[in-house]
């Protein structure tokens, strides 16, 4: 088969940018490109203080957004600026100061001649020596600083792969005579303040008054239901551990560990949003339908001398997930 000459397809007159044949324009565009790699370097520092120097629960507050966690707004808006700003770095450099030649390509035969490949690697070479990496030290130290910097912010993640949990996932801040709290108004209650059908969302005093971490709302959480003791379906040790037809589940699902979030009145059934685990309260949480495995955890309660709702004793198994080592049946 025979190769047709190319025919001229009238492209317009080439114009060359300012940077090729303006010297001081050239080292202004370099100097753009350096400082658009300087503030990626930046946004990654901002990424490493944010990751270690600002508490994981910090709120802060800004006029659009309202209160918001500190930790997450400034870990994503570093990351974001330190690649945004490598992109950019990157284009400027090769819109104003990478070569600029019109190149014409032949069609080739499948598999190159030898000495085409061997002109090709040359022409790699040579490319990438007129490039001007070599020349631009300026351009290469910044690229270098932040590429190097970017590259290492996975290396900080590393971090939340440890420390191993320990007996973490089997521990709450419920012991022996913890006060319930509502949520969020950290409120002591007592029996009166819940009606017959109502269900309140609570959380452990904690000692001296301690803030809730995120990590212990994420195991502590806790369900209030009443209904009229004579409902309860339970054996004599369970229906000891209700108070006045009250009676507290851990609030995370055990099948995945999403928040049991919705009450059904009429029936008695708390319904978890994820995959429509169903858990009878009468019957202590028993699972009636969807993939949980084990009932929700039940904390046993009472009143103390003053009247308030406290816990009798931890949950009676470790809330959230079953997993491996904890029993899925
Ligand atoms: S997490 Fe609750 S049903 Fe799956």
Same mark, same amino acid.
Not at 130 to 143: D, E, H, P
Not at 158 to 186: F, H, I, M, S, V
Not at 298 to 309: E, H, K, P, R, S
């Given at each position: 088969?025979?190769?047709?000459?190319?025919?001229?397809?009238g492209?317009?007159?080439?114009?060359?940018?300012?940077?090729?044949?303006?010297?001081?324009?050239?080292?202004?565009?370099?100097r753009?490109?350096?400082?658009?790699?300087?503030?990626?370097?930046?946004?990654?520092?901002?990424f490493?203080?944010?990751?270690?120097?600002?508490?994981?629960?910090?709120?802060? /507050?800004?006029?659009?957004?309202?209160?918001?966690?500190?930790?997450?707004?400034?870990?994503?808006?570093?990351?974001?600026?330190?690649?945004?700003?490598?992109?950019?770095?990157?284009?400027?450099?090769?819109?104003?100061?990478?070569?600029?030649?019109?190149?014409?390509?032949?069609?080739?035969?499948?598999?190159?001649?030898?000495?085409?490949?061997?002109?090709?690697?040359?022409?790699?070479?040579?490319?990438?020596?007129?490039?001007?990496?070599?020349?631009?030290?300026?351009?290469?130290?910044?690229?270098?600083?932040?590429?190097?910097?970017?590259?290492?912010?996975?290396?900080?993640?590393?971090?939340?792969?440890?420390?191993?949990?320990?007996?973490?996932?089997?521990?709450?801040?419920?012991?022996?005579?913890?006060r319930?709290?509502?949520?969020?108004?950290?409120?002591?209650?007592?029996?009166?303040?819940?009606?017959?059908g109502?269900?309140?969302?609570?959380?452990?005093e904690?000692?001296?008054?301690?803030?809730?971490?995120?990590?212990?709302?994420?195991?502590?959480?806790?369900?209030?239901?009443?209904?009229?003791?004579?409902?309860?379906?339970?054996?004599?040790?369970?229906?000891?551990?209700?108070?006045?037809?009250?009676?507290? /589940?851990?609030?995370?699902?055990?099948?995945?560990?999403?928040?049991?979030?919705?009450y059904?009145?009429?029936?008695?059934?708390?319904?978890?949003?994820?995959?429509?685990?169903?858990?009878?309260v009468?019957?202590?949480?028993?699972?009636?339908?969807?993939?949980?495995?084990?009932?929700?955890?039940?904390?046993?309660?009472?009143v103390?001398?003053?009247?308030?709702?406290?816990?009798?004793?931890? /949950?009676?198994?470790?809330?959230?997930p079953? /997993?491996?080592?904890?029993?899925?049946?």
């Amino acid at each position: 088969m025979s190769i047709q000459p190319i025919q001229d397809p009238g492209l317009p007159t080439h114009v060359h940018r300012k940077a090729d044949t303006d010297p001081v324009a050239a080292k202004r565009a370099e100097r753009q490109v350096a400082i658009l790699f300087l503030i990626s370097a930046l946004g990654t520092l901002l990424f490493i203080f944010s990751y270690l120097a600002i508490p994981q629960d910090e709120l802060i /507050f800004l006029p659009i957004m309202g209160t918001t966690n500190a930790h997450q707004l400034f870990l994503g808006l570093g990351l974001a600026v330190a690649l945004f700003f490598i992109g950019m770095g990157a284009v400027h450099w090769a819109k104003t100061l990478m070569p600029d030649h019109e190149v014409v390509d032949h069609r080739k035969e499948q598999r190159s001649k030898d000495e085409d490949r061997d002109a090709f690697v040359a022409t790699i070479r040579e490319q990438g020596a007129t490039a001007g990496l070599g020349r631009r030290t300026l351009i290469k130290r910044t690229l270098g600083l932040s590429l190097g910097l970017v590259g290492l912010s996975p290396l900080l993640l590393l971090g939340d792969l440890g420390p191993l949990p320990g007996n973490d996932l089997n521990e709450t801040n419920w012991k022996r005579g913890t006060r319930l709290l509502t949520d969020p108004a950290l409120r002591p209650i007592r029996p009166a303040d819940l009606e017959v059908g109502a269900v309140a969302q609570i959380l452990p005093e904690l000692p001296g008054g301690k803030k809730h971490s995120l990590a212990d709302i994420a195991k502590d959480a806790v369900l209030l239901v009443r209904i009229r003791p004579e409902e309860f379906n339970l054996d004599a040790e369970r229906l000891s551990w209700t108070y006045q037809g009250i009676i507290a /589940f851990s609030k995370i699902c055990s099948h995945m560990g999403c928040a049991v979030a919705l009450y059904e009145q009429n029936t008695k059934h708390l319904l978890c949003p994820c995959h429509q685990s169903t858990f009878d309260v009468t019957r202590a949480a028993e699972v009636i339908f969807g993939p949980a495995a084990r009932p929700l955890p039940q904390l046993a309660i009472t009143v103390d001398a003053d009247g308030y709702l406290i816990a009798k004793d931890p /949950f009676n198994e470790a809330v959230g997930p079953s /997993f491996w080592g904890r029993d899925s049946a």
